[in-house]
């Protein structure tokens, strides 16, 4: 009877080792440990459910394809996000922002110049602001994601997507606007906590 080859996987590092050495099981383990974060960053790129599981799938095959690649395991979850959310972008393109030529932006006025925006997003749940920016269209809220979620600069931003920067500037105010409206509506006013 052969003796039982189960390992344990103590830390990040050794988990990671053992995927880079194409490890079935630590590689299960692993796309499943980090299975809520990085699908909470497709589903805020993405339409549907589907969109996002199939986000998920192809970040995933990029992330064990260049795993081995990786030197600083401690960065290893900075990376990941990283290869999500350009994979996201690059969904985006292929796939979404054919559709979204067809549809026009909602022409918010803008009504709100001021910073409350930053502060009101940064002290409310990840579920609220998560929800209310599902429901923005499609091109608020990959700004909104890229810049006030991601902190991506404008220049990075013009870049990722294609457009000038002067764009991603005003459809970040127009979505942001049109953001704080949607969370005045829900009796979101100020700095409170729901």
Excluded at 79 to 88: E, F, G, I, L, Q
Excluded at 98 to 117: G, Q, T, V, Y
Aim: hydrophobic share 35%.
């Amino acid at each position: 009877m052969k003796a039982s080859t189960k390992k344990n996987y103590r830390t990040l590092t050794d988990l990671v080792r053992a995927c880079q050495h194409n490890d079935q099981r630590a590689q299960t383990l692993f796309y499943n440990r980090f299975r809520t974060e990085l699908m909470r960053i497709c589903a805020r790129f993405a339409r549907t459910r589907m969109e996002a599981e199939d986000i998920y799938q192809e970040s995933f095959v990029k992330i064990f394809r260049h795993l081995h690649e990786v030197q600083n395991i401690e960065s290893i979850e900075s990376w990941m996000r990283s290869v999500v959310t350009r994979t996201a972008i690059n969904y985006y393109h292929r796939v979404t922002k054919k559709e979204a030529k067809n549809h026009s932006m909602d022409m918010s006025p803008l009504d709100f110049e001021s910073n409350d925006h930053t502060c009101m997003i940064d002290r409310l749940g990840v579920g609220i602001v998560d929800e209310m920016i599902a429901q923005l269209p499609e091109g608020y809220k990959r700004i909104i994601n890229l810049s006030l979620i991601d902190g991506y600069s404008h220049i990075e931003i013009a870049q990722a997507l294609s457009i000038t920067d002067s764009t991603s500037r005003s459809q970040l105010l127009r979505g942001r606007n049109l953001l704080m409206k949607k969370l005045r509506k829900q009796g979101i006013t100020g700095y409170e906590m729901p």
